[in-house]
């Protein structure tokens, strides 16, 4: 999930926390702020067998010795090995290839030489050469090592085209053979749902290579570093990022046709724009506004890269529990949580291991918990149900976009998804919030398993994030097949601290950030009541007659349809 989404998501909390009143307002943000201390929390005893396995898990996942669960690392292997025990021990079946509890997923890692990079304008008879990391930072390249091109360059606003919302940043330009300079973001006059589809960096790649684009600079706004500052870039610029890796070793959803691609920072966009019929400065504010027009610029800009390229494998641990009716069995409800993290990083405090327990063990401790639910019934679902940790989600959800293309023959047809990741539950509730069911027939065993489960459920609070799109359910969602997103609550269930505050101060202190650790006070009795939830909307779901189904004119549904 993104992590200036996230930030953005703790400042709307503070204003549900305070109700909009300036006196308390202030107050708050001092009580979450950076560096502020760890609101108190009341003592609430881990006093059942369900929170204690939870805990257990927990722990076990977020220790050091896993050093932070990296995909492609010794760390992340172990925590694999632990999960295919839990899930042995909680009465499922291996699911994974040659009869084992793991599914192979093949990817390309790739590491961009910041120092190598070059970027510069040449324009009515002069150069520009911008500086590396102060002004531009290189994306890495997954098909060659060495990138570098010359050519003519054309801003597209937000690389947007949707004719059904009467919007084309393409209109009247040609990209055949040139570098395409795009904004992020998306209008905002659009819904959420079209404004997140239409925001993210691989819809907006699709588009530029489709109209023949062979380079691509992001410029960043003055907003979008409001969320995500400049330095925060340029000290993760140096992380690998990985891809997909095909049956002919190619990387996936990385086209060649991209011969090099760079970020350039909000304060460096003047001279992208350097003796332009636009400035910088207008640009920006044309984007707040949703004016933006594609031009041509004169002259030219040259790219290079150099990035180091290699190949792994990781592994997504798939457990299966086959359906009762042999008529339904042939289809599977998957459960999902993202096993891996960050591994290690910049030491904070002189500690460098990002041991991730909220994000995301606390997860896929709860996922076990849910399949141990069901495994260990006297009677199992009719629908078969696939349980799965997954690899690579830090990664831009890799491992699930595998297990969507590539289901375990065991489990047959996916037809749901349910996902957990990150349940911020340090704070005691009375509800949780199923983010994404409105848009499918999920939303009714929601409903249902709740009441069931004597839960309080919850809207999602910030609809306009779309947080449906970020994280593993979205890849399934892609897929055509209607999934949810199952989050800790929001109402509090006392008076001694309110959840909303409580999350906000781990979203601004601790989220990707060494102090992600096991001692954070953890409400387990409020994750072993999810894991009953998901086990009943699961169990609903694989007892009905009927697969879920996207609601009619849903726009997720609209766009990548059924099974």
């Not at 000290?235 to 990385?254: C, E, F, K, T």
């Not at 019929?277 to 610029?297: E, I, M, N, S, V």
């Not at 990664?395 to 037809?415: D, E, F, I, S």
Request: net charge negative; glycine share 8%.
């Amino acid at each position: 999930m993104s992590r200036l989404v996230l930030l953005s998501s703790a400042c709307a909390l503070l204003l549900v926390a305070c109700g909009g009143r300036d006196d308390t307002d202030a107050a708050l943000q001092a009580q979450t702020a950076p560096g502020a201390p760890m609101p108190a929390a009341p003592a609430v005893p881990n006093d059942t067998p369900a929170g204690q396995r939870i805990e257990a898990d927990v722990r076990a996942l977020a220790d050091d010795a896993m050093a932070g669960r990296e995909t492609g690392t010794p760390g992340f292997d172990q925590a694999a090995e632990h999960v295919a025990k839990r899930f042995a021990q909680s009465g499922l079946q291996p699911a994974g290839d040659d009869g084992t509890w793991f599914q192979r997923v093949p990817l390309v890692r790739s590491v961009a030489d910041v120092d190598a990079a070059a970027l510069s304008v040449s324009r009515n008879g002069r150069t520009i050469a911008l500086r590396g990391r102060d002004q531009f930072l290189p994306l890495p390249d997954f098909n060659a090592p060495q990138g570098e091109i010359t050519a003519q360059a054309v801003f597209v606003g937000q690389a947007i085209h949707a004719p059904e919302l009467g919007h084309d940043d393409f209109a009247g330009v040609d990209l055949r053979g040139r570098i395409a300079i795009v904004f992020g973001g998306a209008p905002r006059r659009f819904e959420p749902n079209p404004f997140a589809h239409y925001a993210s960096l691989r819809t907006k790649t699709e588009a530029v290579v489709a109209r023949g684009a062979v380079g691509l600079v992001l410029v960043n706004t003055v907003d979008d570093e409001a969320g995500m500052p400049w330095a925060r870039s340029v000290a993760q610029a140096a992380r690998p990022a990985m891809r997909l890796r095909g049956p002919d070793d190619r990387p996936l959803d990385a086209p060649a046709q991209l011969r090099a691609s760079v970020r350039v920072a909000a304060s460096a966009a003047d001279l992208v724009f350097a003796d332009g019929p636009r400035t910088a400065a207008q640009l920006f504010d044309a984007a707040r506004a949703g004016t933006l027009a594609p031009f041509a610029l004169p002259g030219t800009l040259t790219l290079r890269t150099r990035s180091r390229i290699d190949t792994l494998e990781s592994r997504n641990v798939v457990g299966v529990l086959p359906g009762r009716d042999a008529a339904r069995a042939g289809e599977a409800i998957v459960h999902t949580a993202h096993l891996d993290h960050l591994g290690t990083g910049t030491p904070v405090d002189g500690d460098a291991i990002y041991n991730g327990a909220l994000d995301n063990a606390l997860g896929v401790a709860i996922l076990i918990e849910a399949a141990r639910t069901l495994g260990e019934a006297d009677t199992a679902p009719a629908r078969s149900t696939l349980f799965a940790a997954l690899t690579a989600e830090e990664q831009g959800l890799l491992g699930g976009q595998w297990l969507a293309a590539n289901p375990p023959p065991r489990a047959g047809t996916l037809v749901a998804n349910l996902n957990i990741d990150m349940p911020i539950l340090t704070a005691p509730t009375r509800d949780i919030v199923a983010i994404g069911s409105e848009h499918s027939t999920l939303a009714d065993a929601v409903t249902q398993a709740a009441a069931d489960v004597g839960v309080e459920v919850s809207s999602d609070p910030f609809p306009e994030e779309v947080a449906f799109v970020r994280s593993d359910q979205y890849a399934f969602v892609r897929a055509g097949i209607p999934a949810l997103y199952l989050d800790a609550g929001i109402a509090a269930a006392g008076s001694e601290q309110d959840p909303k505050i409580a999350a906000t101060w781990f979203l601004r202190n601790c989220y990707h950030q060494p102090c992600d650790q096991a001692d954070l006070p953890i409400q387990y009795g409020d994750a072993a009541r999810m894991a009953r939830v998901s086990a009943a909307i699961s169990r609903i779901v694989a007892d009905a007659d009927d697969v879920p189904r996207w609601n009619e004119g849903d726009f997720f549904g609209t766009r990548f349809g059924d099974r």
